[in-house]
């Protein structure tokens, strides 16, 4: 009986790619596998079904996505009855290409998980193996994530998907489809479902979260993401929430003047700048100026002084001189930025810029490039928290660090990472911390006022 029993388990194993959004949709998809009677497995050789949620943002993410399917064909040629699937971004943008490679035996798009299921019961009955197809109103609302980390201090919430937005390098657009908000009242239901759980943070995921917008069909009334962040934030005054990620051109002084309302909301906005020179911001169709830029960071400083900025940026886009890099570096000095995520701009086909405008920054040259502005941004970090030193702040506590169990590492509010001794602290605990000393990336301190 016991043997048949096990016989009978389906295992998945499943690898994320990519952005939060496809770590929450890994999220949403073990959920729906979850309820096919898979259970997840840690390591792809233990699994009946190996899935890859996939990234499309720039060629090297795609490349490394090509080895793994490289190594599952391996997997696959010592056990016949493993079955592998290609899943999100590179899914929608390949599609059928997909299935000539000798791993691949279905693939699915980000709309399309509702159909897994189906698509793998298809395989033995030689039904359709892709569903790429994208959709004007797939928000997944009904779907409760099965949480990767259960027990967990801190998780994901989907509030939007898609992208309206057609930035001349960007990929997303193509391969997420339109924008969509999820229902209001879903996202602050699954907030409080995952507080009660024992969560202490919630991120409200979009790829542009300002310009959420929900309409609330019995009453008429409209909830706009100010709104929906406020009634996040009333779950519960122990509950964090944040969220990324915000567009220049849309972050609103209702937003500010909402975060700046709430201790629970965390002081840290993620403004991707993208260049400083409005050249190449106009050819990256960013719809804002350096200057308009600047004027909503000086707003956001003025309302919350202190609050945690941090961008993201791409060197060496189409036509950019060593001027426009220089507006570049000198926008990073203005700003101060306390971390930045940086990219070597990489041609993806199909976008504007690849239709348009020339790939013309040689390799070596974005190297260089992207060498020099890590290496500003690293003295940035680390000034910025050289100014923490001596500060107390409120840290959240997230698990033992990496080096030691006997010290614990958590976030403050302006997302900024801590080390300190545990003091027999433990994850999900709140305890002030007051700054000892630092690295550009990591504040080190001990706990104040233990009891
Ligand atoms: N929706 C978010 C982020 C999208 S992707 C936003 O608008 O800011 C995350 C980051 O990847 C982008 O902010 C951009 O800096 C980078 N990126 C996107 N396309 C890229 C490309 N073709 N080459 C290099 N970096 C890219
Ligand atoms: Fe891409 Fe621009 Fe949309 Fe961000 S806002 S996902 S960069 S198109
Ligand atoms: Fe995210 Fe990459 Fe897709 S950044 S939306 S997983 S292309």
Not at 6 to 18: A, D, I, N, P, W
Not at 248 to 253: A, E, L, M, R, Y
Not at 339 to 363: C, I, L
Request: glycine content about 8%.
């Amino acid at each position: 009986m016991e043997i048949v029993r096990r016989e009978m388990e389906k295992k998945v194993y499943l690898e994320t790619y990519g952005c939060q959004m496809n770590v929450y949709d890994s999220e949403l998809v073990l959920s729906i596998l979850g309820k096919e009677g898979y259970s997840q497995v840690g390591k792809a050789e233990d699994a009946d079904l190996i899935l890859v949620n996939t990234c499309s943002i720039r060629a090297n993410a795609e490349q490394r996505v090509m080895g793994r399917l490289g190594y599952f064909k391996s997997l696959k040629k010592k056990d016949g009855h493993i079955v592998v699937g290609v899943l999100g971004c590179m899914a929608e943008r390949l599609k059928e290409k997909l299935l000539e490679h000798p791993a691949v035996d279905l693939v699915a798009g980000p709309d399309s998980y509702r159909d897994l299921p189906k698509l793998i019961s298809a395989l033995s009955e030689g039904g359709s193996r892709i569903n790429t197809i994208l959709s004007h109103t797939e928000t997944y609302a009904d779907i409760s994530p099965a949480r990767m980390n259960d027990g967990g201090v801190s998780g994901f919430i989907s509030i939007m998907r898609g992208c309206n937005n057609i930035c001349s390098y960007c990929i997303v657009p193509y391969v997420r489809g339109s924008e969509r908000s999820s229902d209001a009242g879903s996202v602050v239901r699954e907030a409080r479902r995952m507080f009660e759980k024992g969560y202490r943070e919630v991120n409200l995921l979009g790829q542009n979260v300002d310009s959420y917008i929900w309409e609330d069909n019995a009453t008429g009334s409209k909830v706009d993401f100010a709104d929906l962040l406020e009634m996040v934030a009333g779950v519960d005054p122990k509950l964090r929430v944040r969220f990324s990620t915000s567009h220049p051109k849309d972050i609103s002084d209702k937003l500010i003047y909402a975060m700046a309302a709430h201790p629970n909301i965390c002081k840290h906005i993620h403004l991707p700048v993208q260049s400083g020179s409005d050249a190449v911001l106009e050819r990256m169709n960013r719809h804002y100026t350096r200057e308009k830029y600047l004027e909503r960071i000086a707003k956001i400083r003025e309302v919350m002084p202190g609050c945690g900025i941090t961008t993201d940026v791409i060197v060496g886009f189409c036509g950019e001189t060593e001027e426009d890099f220089q507006e570049t570096l000198s926008l990073f000095r203005e700003v101060g930025y306390d971390w930045a995520f940086m990219f070597a701009y990489s041609q993806r086909p199909n976008t504007k810029a690849a239709r348009h405008f020339k790939d013309d920054v040689p390799p070596e040259e974005k190297e260089r490039r992207l060498q020099a502005i890590i290496d500003l941004q690293s003295e940035l970090s680390l000034e910025s928290n050289r100014k923490c030193i001596g500060k107390t702040f409120e840290v959240l506590v997230e698990g033992p660090s990496k080096r030691s169990k006997a010290e614990l590492t958590g976030r403050t509010s302006q997302n900024r990472v801590c080390v300190f001794p545990a003091e027999g602290r433990k994850a999900g605990d709140y305890v002030d911390v007051m700054v000892e000393t630092c690295t550009p990336a990591t504040l080190i301190g001990k706990i104040l006022n233990l009891k």
